[in-house]
């Protein structure tokens, strides 16, 4: 299983950022797909998380109503729209792939890919 990162950038507080996750290597139908991120000095902490093939989306209290996890089943690819963002959401996004039913514990996925960079500046 491979999963590749993008759309990382630098933002001003207020905007907002796409970020997409390509996977390949497998079906991913049983999967949970997930996004978690890491600011400096952090741990690494849950985003959101969507199940592969019922659609079923989790997001972390800190995210829910400016971020929206999505896929698209027919490019393997799953997305994390950012609104609103603030400078706390700055950090290391990640997404990762397991399959599990839905987790927010990182230990429980798998499968991560390479990370790509979200600055928010106030």
């Known amino acids: 299983v491979q999963l590749q990162a993008s759309g990382g950038g630098l933002v001003q507080a207020g905007g907002s950022l796409r970020l997409s996750c390509a996977a390949s290597?497998?079906?991913?139908?049983?999967?949970?797909m997930g996004w978690f991120r890491q600011a400096p000095g952090k741990e690494r902490e849950f985003v959101a998380a969507i199940r592969w093939n019922a659609g079923s989306t989790y997001y972390a209290d800190s995210v829910k109503g400016r971020f929206t996890i999505s896929r698209d089943n027919a490019k393997n690819t799953v997305y994390l729209q950012m609104n609103s963002l603030k400078p706390e959401d700055t950090g290391i996004y990640y997404c990762?792939?397991?399959?599990?039913?839905?987790?927010?514990?990182?230990?429980?996925?798998?499968?991560w890919g390479q990370g790509t960079q979200v600055t928010v500046s106030s």
């Open positions: 290597g497998r079906t991913f139908s049983d999967y949970v």
């Open positions: 990762a792939s397991g399959r599990i039913y839905y987790s927010s514990d990182y230990d429980a996925y798998a499968y």
